[in-house]
């Protein structure tokens, strides 16, 4: 057992079951043992996983197109500022280059007081501890983590808190039965971004579900990633896996209007990075210099545009 499972097992033994918001904090964001904080780089080849932003410079080159469009219809300040949440590798440093670029991430950066310009969250939404609840014959209760004989297991909690009881009746179906996750996290979020962001825009890309599509999943949507391959038992090896939970783009969309941020566009990550590169913006994309490099950034728009494309999702919200 690892030492992070040690730790977690014993707080169960001493305290009881865990809420599973608890349980994926520490598996991901432990300082000394959670995944996220590890010498070992998740990311790539060697890791567990690729995102979106590791297909450079295609998918830098295309976000950039479309942050342009919206620093232009702001009348091109001089004070734009991309902040990136959950920024990683900082990928796309090169990317957001020609504005004021602050990266946010667990160890570096914060947002910034009183801005202007875009927060830009890739996979950033979904990275966040969620409760799991239940929902069966009209009684909403909260799932935790226990364990058993030598591992750790599901055991249903205390009925729901009324804060984790609100965000299931808000944003899911009224009929919904089965598991789902609640990401208050996502809504504190969207409350410091709308308090932080004088104008401007929220550009964050994830997948995830709306209200109507809630019912699609009625075991929740959480996975875990290892070596490229993904799987389904979220409690196994807190530490050495990376946990994900899909996005409520209804929480997202409609808290974010509450916290001042409207929607202005809902699409698909295909249809924002062809409308982004509409005009020559595939053209310059695509002329790499060399024949192989022409070929590897191919590769790379094909598999944002059909490998990635459909299954990720981009909300635009505004400040005005
Ligand atoms: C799935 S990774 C995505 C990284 C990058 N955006 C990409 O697409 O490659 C999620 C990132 O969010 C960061 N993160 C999670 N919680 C955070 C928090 N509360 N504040 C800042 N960053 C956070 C993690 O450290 C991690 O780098």
């Not at 349980?23 to 780089?41: K, Q, S, T, V």
């Not at 209760?141 to 299931?168: I, K, S």
């Not at 089965?178 to 401007?200: D, Q």
């Not at 409308?275 to 728009?301: H, M, Y």
């Amino acid at each position: 057992m690892n030492p992070l499972a040690e730790l977690l097992r014993g707080e169960i033994l001493r305290d009881g079951p865990i809420s599973f918001r608890r349980f994926m904090d520490a598996a991901l964001y432990d300082p000394e043992y959670g995944y996220y904080r590890r010498a070992r780089d998740p990311f790539g080849r060697e890791g567990d996983f690729y995102t979106a932003e590791q297909l450079q410079p295609v998918f830098g080159m295309l976000v950039a197109a479309r942050v342009r469009t919206l620093w232009r219809e702001m009348g091109s300040p001089a004070d734009f500022t991309v902040v990136e949440l959950g920024a990683g590798r900082r990928e796309m440093a090169g990317a957001f280059a020609e504005w004021r670029y602050v990266p946010v991430d667990l160890t570096a950066g914060s947002l910034p007081e009183q801005f202007r310009g875009v927060v830009f969250a890739n996979e950033f939404f979904d990275a966040l501890p969620v409760h799991v609840v239940t929902a069966a014959e009209g009684l909403l209760r909260e799932l935790c983590v226990g364990w058993e004989t030598d591992r750790f297991c599901w055991v249903p909690g205390p009925p729901a808190t009324q804060e984790l009881a609100d965000y299931v009746r808000r944003w899911f179906p009224a009929d919904f039965a089965g598991t789902a996750e609640v990401n208050l996290e996502a809504l504190r979020w969207l409350e410091r971004i709308g308090a932080a962001l004088r104008a401007g825009y929220l550009l964050a890309i994830d997948y995830g579900y709306t209200r109507a599509e809630a019912a699609r999943f009625p075991h929740g949507t959480l996975m875990s990633y290892r070596r490229h391959s993904a799987r389904e038992n979220v409690l196994e090896h807190p530490g050495e896996q990376d946990l994900t939970a899909h996005v409520s783009f209804t929480a997202l969309s409609e808290h974010g209007a509450a916290a001042g941020l409207e929607t202005v566009r809902f699409e698909t990550l295909a249809q924002m990075l062809l409308s982004a590169g509409e005009g020559d913006q595939f053209a310059e994309v695509l002329a790499g210099g060399t024949p192989a490099e022409e070929l590897r950034r191919r590769l790379q728009l094909k598999n944002l545009l059909f490998g990635m494309g459909e299954t990720f999702r981009v909300l635009l919200a505004r400040k005005a």
